[in-house]
């Protein structure tokens, strides 16, 4: 368990005051624009919210335009080689716009930047970015825009120190309805396969009163569903348990969510936690990555098949609606097609709500890359297909429960595939379209459900 130290406003302030300043000399006619895009999973996403505004205190605005930006930021993601190839496209192509607008300054952050061989590569060969810095150098931003804006220095500060945690800090959220709260930060548990642990360093849980007082304000503040944020929220330092239970008794109509889960941590005290809440969603994204011994324990998740399905069989027993969600990770070095089977198999068992399969990706510096990985990657696109194939039926076998239920969804926005309809989701999460006003849009509300697809449900306002 990490120590947090709570840097104040005041020691942010020092270098604040002094970009402050340079910016109103730079930018005496107008307000300077920040285009800001986080890769990656909910917690980068969060990151990048802690960046924005620490930047509008600065005096920044910010633009959906990169080409209209006087900063630009790309908060990374390192967990896939798609993920990193993503972003190298994505850098290469603002070496155009680096010519036509010279002043513009680029930045690169997160995980991909913080490691080292990434940084190098940026520094060599992308000669169009100005700063690269890591998950722990957030804190040095304003110094850091200080060096590039005044003395036109290239900055790379990818240096680890985990002791640091800033609480005073506020998220600038876009979303006025759905609010995601960190509440640890780092990963310990190394499994074989994944770089999260040498990019986000070890685990360091925020202070228990600095969460629920956060989850309070967001709550008066009108948010409706709140995410709990943690690589693995069950080994919170201060009882994750503990923490929705205070959580829960905050008065107001709101859910609560969160991720990711750990199986070696998912206990009963967990589940009855959940089943007996008023505001946590009766539903558990438990990543399981495959649905045999032999890879778990290659993989170093430390749990059985047989420990697994212990908590899903203890959490239906006492709510039979209890709703799971996973990960699957196909082709892991020296996975057979046999064992790959065993993971359709276990799919079908739990019948999960929503999969997120994943080809296996070999990431430098992790135990997995020394495996002999000999699938082809042909074959992994085609195991990949087969298990989406079988989410597909059993989606749908599950979609099918809700046909002519009432169902109380949450209004997100206008559906992306019907824009007449507007959307929205059941507490276990589950997409439902219909059609309504757009002043629906962040409210509850009661949804009859008519037809059942195999990714959403459509319905009628009840
Ligand atoms: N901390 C979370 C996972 C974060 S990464 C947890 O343990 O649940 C999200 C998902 O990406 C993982 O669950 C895994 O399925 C997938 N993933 C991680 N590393 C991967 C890799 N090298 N190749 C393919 N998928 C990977
Ligand atoms: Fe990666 Fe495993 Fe940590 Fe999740 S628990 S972030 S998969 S090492
Ligand atoms: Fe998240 Fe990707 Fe980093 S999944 S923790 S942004 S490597």
Redesign the pocket.
Known sequence: MGKPIYYSDKFLNSSLEKLKEIISVKFSERQPLCFLHS???Q??VSDGEKIKEMLSRAGYGFTDAAENADLIIYNT???REN?EDRVFGAIGNLKHLKEYRPDTIIGIC??MAQQEKICEKIRSTYRQVDIVFGTYAYKDLFDMLCDVLDKRKRVFNISENSDELCEELTQLRDDKVKASVPIMYGCNNFCTYC??PY??GRERSREFTAVVSEVKELVKQGYKEIMLLGQNVNSYSFGFSNLLREIDKIDGHFRVRFMSSHPKDASYELIDTIIESKHISKQLHLPVQAGSDRILSLMNRRYTVSDYMKIINYAREKYPDFCFSTDIIVGFPGESYEEFLMTKKLLKEVGYYNVFSFVYSKRTGTKAALMVDNISDKEKGQWLRELLLEQRETAQRINDKFLGITKEILVDGFSTSHPEYLCGKTDEGIIVEFKGDKCLIGEFINVKITKSMNWALLGELA
């Open positions: 890769f990656g999973c917690q980068n993601c390192a967990v993920a997160g995980c770089i999260v990019v986000r």
